[in-house]
Antibody
Framework: QLQLQESGPGLVKPSETLSLTCTVS??????????WGWIRQPPGKGLEWIGS???????SYHPSLKSRVTISVDTPKNQFSLNLSSVTAADTAVYYC????????????WGHGTLVTVSS | DIQMTQSPPSLSASVGDRVTITCRAS??????LNWYQQKPGKAPNLLIY???NLQSGVPSRFSGSGSGTDFTLTISSLQPEDFGSYYC?????????FGPGTKVDIK
């Protein structure tokens, strides 16, 4: 059974880069019919799609975050990662990694989520 | 960008009640609309995709309908485990926005 698990620092200083990793277990990240991506949820608020990436490197980002976001896929490690630069307090959120089927834009498998707080 | 709204923001209902949640898109999205349930402290869980398709493993008391700009999620007979927040999400065009959510409490 495929599972996703986020990992990374829970505290990041303003202006620094937020870096998270999602480890895929129970299946391969490459050669599959899925895109791999990130969604976040500020405390007590709604969900915001950040971006999604195919193992080959093709994908897309939310336009409002595009200048600060990079999602990359590491097929040998069966992981994908999120880098968000120049963070502010507004980037404080629970970050979820998630999978979407290729050709569709719904998210059918999610990690448990990890809270990242931006504070000095 | 396409904006999503939901109504009501919250509701309280009794076990066995029929519950309806509405989602509206700011422009037509055909049937590219998905529904998720989220329980406190947990990740969202896909319930319905492309407006009316029940995700595998989701109880049949959940159903979705609609097309264009107006969509509905229905719980035919509310169960105690159905508490939580429900979000719609459009998958017609990027950025793929979620609605603000509807919080469901059990009376």
């Amino acid at each position: 059974q495929l599972q996703l698990q986020e990992s990374g620092p829970g505290l990041v200083k303003p202006s620094e880069t937020l870096s998270l990793t999602c480890t895929v277990s129970g299946g391969s990240i490459s050669g599959s019919n899925y895109y791999w991506g990130w969604i976040r949820q500020p405390p007590g608020k709604g969900l915001e799609w950040i971006g999604s990436m195919y193992f080959s490197g093709s994908g897309s980002y939310h336009p409002s975050l595009k200048s600060r976001v990079t999602i990359s896929v590491d097929t040998p490690k069966n992981q994908f990662s999120l880098n968000l630069s120049s963070v502010t307090a507004a980037d404080t959120a629970v970050y979820y990694c998630a999978r979407r089927p290729r050709g569709d834009w719904y998210f059918d498998l999610w990690g448990h989520g990890t809270l990242v707080t931006v504070s000095s | 960008d396409i904006q999503m709204t939901q109504s009501p923001p919250s509701l309280s209902a009794s076990v066995g009640d029929r519950v309806t949640i509405t989602c509206r898109a700011s422009q037509t999205i055909s049937t590219f609309l998905n529904w998720y349930q989220q329980k406190p402290g947990k990740a969202p869980n896909l319930l319905i995709y492309t407006a009316s398709n029940l995700q595998s493993g989701v109880p049949s008391r959940f159903s979705g309908s609609g097309s264009g700009t107006d969509f509905t999620l229905t719980i035919s007979s509310l169960q105690p485990e159905d508490f939580g927040s429900y979000y719609c999400q459009q998958s017609f065009s990027t950025p793929f926005a979620f609605g603000p959510g509807t919080k469901v409490d059990i009376k």
